[in-house]
């Protein structure tokens, strides 16, 4: 569908990512830092300034608003689309200086603050197919919060596009921001009654044309060694160390698999990411991925298989051996009602989008939202290099998915 309307995304994601969100790990509040607040504030203000009178944040940062139905067909399902307002812990978000790079020219973009973070098309290909597009970095110190600004700024544009142009009939469109989606805790203390909606799309993807419907199951493990303490002048015979138990736990892993490092595509890994402790005691944290659930399990006998025989060599050592879930295949639910998948890819087409099914090695807020029964796949921003200081993200890209979203939007409507 043809509506007059000037994007929006390239300014809203500029001002967006100035404002730091970070995650914090460490951290028992939710959200577990309280300046992600910050922007879910502004985006409170921003939405009711757009119409969108019923928007508000609930105690945990959620924030909800609905663009209600302005179709005369009975029974249209109410869509949701999301993404999350918080930041990545693994570079800072603090500071952050945005750069847009118009037309970019295919040239190696040297960022400013750090010359020596050089974004180019060698350690980035994407960016060849860019050239000519806008293209938004940080400027060397940071990230850039792309991942998830631009989804947020993806979605608050297409709200003022239906908007703007009441001739584009949708059904409720109901909107979600949430908080600590990149420490696993995107939707810990989300209300499904306050959300109200019966399909879903998260807005968190790369790509142009990217739409993911089947990602990751996951656990993590927590390892806990317990050694015996004991003066180190006086502990012959005495002193079993705990950290040098969990070294040789972290050594006996497989070298050629079972690892990020040496897998891809549906391979699944076993993957420590914290190591802490004293003589007395020491932790290690791992995550399990795989995209079979059943295999989650597999990769935990086996840990803890080595842990055991690993303790069982210093007299007086214990462990125990946690496992948490975290999330599961989205496709285990998608596969049940492949018309949201398939809607999705019909809308890429109809703005001339040629749609890519990515398989997500990690997972998204939707993978649980499918769980807690909202069907939710994974559509494209933009966004690449995440996570990192060479971050980018083409306004070519973003606007694309905003008329995906409003051709979505058109397309539940008509079914």
Request: hydrophobic fraction near 35%.
């Amino acid at each position: 569908m043809d509506y007059n309307f000037s994007h929006t995304v390239a300014d809203r994601l500029m001002k967006y990512v100035q404002v730091d969100t970070e995650a914090d790990p460490n951290s028992n509040t939710f959200p577990s830092s309280e300046k992600q607040k910050d922007l879910s504030r502004i985006l409170v203000k921003e939405l009711i300034d757009l119409g969108v009178t019923d928007a508000f944040m609930d105690e945990h940062g959620y924030v909800f608003g609905t663009v209600k139905s302005n179709s005369d067909k009975p029974n249209i399902p109410t869509i949701c689309f999301c993404s999350h307002v918080d930041t990545t812990p693994d570079a800072t978000g603090k500071n952050v200086k945005p750069i847009l790079h118009r037309n970019y020219d295919g040239k190696p973009m040297v960022l400013p603050d750090d010359l020596k973070q050089v974004i180019t098309t060698d350690k980035h290909p994407y960016l060849k197919e860019k050239i000519g597009d806008d293209i938004i970095t940080a400027s060397g110190t940071t990230l850039l919060g792309a991942d998830d600004k631009a989804g947020v700024a993806c979605i608050m544009d297409f709200v003022q596009v239906l908007k703007e142009n009441p001739a584009i009939k949708h059904g409720d469109i109901r909107i979600l921001f949430t908080p600590d989606e990149e420490i696993g805790r995107g939707v810990d203390f989300l209300d499904m009654k306050k959300l109200k909606a019966d399909f879903g799309y998260t807005l968190d993807g790369g790509e142009l044309g990217s739409i993911e419907d089947e990602s990751f199951s996951a656990d993590a493990v927590k390892i806990t060694i317990h050694g015996v303490s004991a003066h180190p002048g006086y502990a012959k015979n005495k002193l079993v160390n705990a950290m040098k138990i969990a070294g040789e736990i972290l050594a006996a892993l497989p070298k050629d698999s079972w690892s990020p490092e040496t897998t891809e595509h549906r391979e699944g890994f076993v993957h420590p990411i914290a190591m802490d402790g004293m003589a007395e005691k020491a932790e290690l944290t791992f995550i399990i991925r795989d995209h079979i659930t059943a295999k989650l399990k597999e990769y935990e006998i086996r840990l803890e298989e080595i842990v055991k025989q690993k303790v069982a060599q210093y007299q007086g050592a214990t462990f125990e051996f946690n496992i948490t879930e975290q999330y599961r295949n989205m496709k285990e639910v998608l596969k049940d009602v492949p018309f949201v998948s398939q809607y999705a890819i019909d809308a890429m087409k109809e703005v001339g989008i040629e749609p890519k099914p990515v398989i997500i090695r990690g997972g998204t807020d939707g993978s649980r939202l499918s769980f807690m029964g909202l069907p939710c796949p994974n559509l494209f921003t933009g966004e690449m290099a995440i996570h990192s200081k060479h971050e980018f993200v083409s306004v070519q890209d973003m606007e694309k998915a905003v008329k995906t979203m409003v051709a979505l939007a058109g397309i539940w409507e008509q079914h």
